[in-house]
């Protein structure tokens, strides 16, 4: 059976562990984007806080790991962009000169066929980035993990070394308590601290009386968050703008404008991951 989309890089250049640790061993700070489950804004957080820490003037990378949906490209508004390959490997998307990004995306020929890869395949693609990627010297890289905790993301995710901390993303419902124990259990498998918890869609503001409305029963994130003392980062509202900046990849020009409280929520959640961070 044929693989229905083939990557545009070759993967017959055997893997070598040596080269993967040369690259990744410039990078200050890796951090782990994850989810207990899909849909809940771990690209959207992983997007939001690389832009939130290049604005704070470190050099930052993207990477999304996400094999099965990478929509990195498509909230920076980058889909098109093919990087460059080069003798010394895969040069990753500018966006910023402090921001740079690498997905699964860009390096797909026809984006629009479901992407089904095989077990190996799929690990041989994240290990050829790993390897590949010249990120030059950075302050953060934050990887955006394919949804869930099982197998898959978590094989994934023991390719990288190193990494500093994750941070879990959550929605408020009750099952966010289990969804939060999950993602600690994966944490531990992989020896990482975990930073904080982000409550996304934690309600909407009434666009009319500019008063909270409780969408979902809450109170799984705050109990999850004594229970297993991690501290809660940010809550985030439903913010009826996301899907459109993102489908628009407008994102970037949201966090640039000062004035809005999307843009301002994450300006307080940046500054609390870097506060955590350099504080350890
Ligand atoms: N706070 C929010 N308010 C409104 N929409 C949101 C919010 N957070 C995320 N979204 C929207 O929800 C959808 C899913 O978000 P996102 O792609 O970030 O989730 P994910 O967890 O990375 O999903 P996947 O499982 O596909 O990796 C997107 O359309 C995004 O725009």
């Known amino acids: 059976m044929t693989d229905p989309v083939q990557p545009l890089v070759s993967l017959s250049k055997k893997s070598t562990e040596p080269q993967m640790i040369v690259n990744l061993r410039r990078i200050k700070r890796k951090i782990l984007i994850m989810s207990g489950k ?35 490209p498509t909230i920076f508004g980058m ?3 093919k990087p460059e ?3 010394e490997g895969i040069m990753p ?9 690498m997905s699964i995306g860009f390096l797909l020929e026809d984006k629009d066929s479901p992407i089904i890869w095989r077990g190996p395949l799929k690990m041989g693609i994240i290990e050829k980035l790993l390897e590949d990627v010249v990120w030059g010297e950075l302050d953060f890289l934050i990887i955006d993990l394919p949804p869930g905790t099982g197998d898959e993301p978590l094989s994934l995710a023991q390719l990288i070394p190193n990494i500093d901390g994750s941070i879990l993303v959550t929605t408020p419902q009750d099952v ?8 600690i259990g994966f944490s531990k498998k992989l020896n990482v601290p975990v930073i ?29 968050s004594k229970d297993f003392n ?20 407008t994102v970037i020009l949201e966090m640039l404008e000062h004035d809005t409280e999307w843009q301002k929520n994450f300006e307080n959640f940046v500054a609390t991951v870097e506060k955590i961070l350099y504080e350890k």
């Open 230 to 249: 991690i501290p809660i980062l940010v809550r985030l509202p439903i913010e009826p703008k996301v899907a459109e900046m993102e489908d628009k990849g």
């Open 93 to 101: 998307v500018e966006v910023l000169p402090n921001l740079s990004l």
């Open 176 to 183: 966010a308590l289990v969804s939060v124990r999950k993602s």
């Open 79 to 81: 889909e098109s962009m």
């Open 196 to 224: 904080g918890i982000v409550d996304n869609m934690h309600g909407l503001v009434c666009p009319h009386c500019g008063k909270p409305i409780e969408v979902f029963r809450n109170g799984g994130v705050e109990k999850a």
């Open 38 to 72: 899909g849909g809940v804004g771990k690209s959207t957080v992983a997007a939001n806080l690389a832009i939130g820490l290049a604005l704070h003037g470190y050099r930052v990378g993207l990477l999304d790991c996400d094999i099965h949906g990478p929509t990195i």
């Open 85 to 87: 390959v080069s003798e």
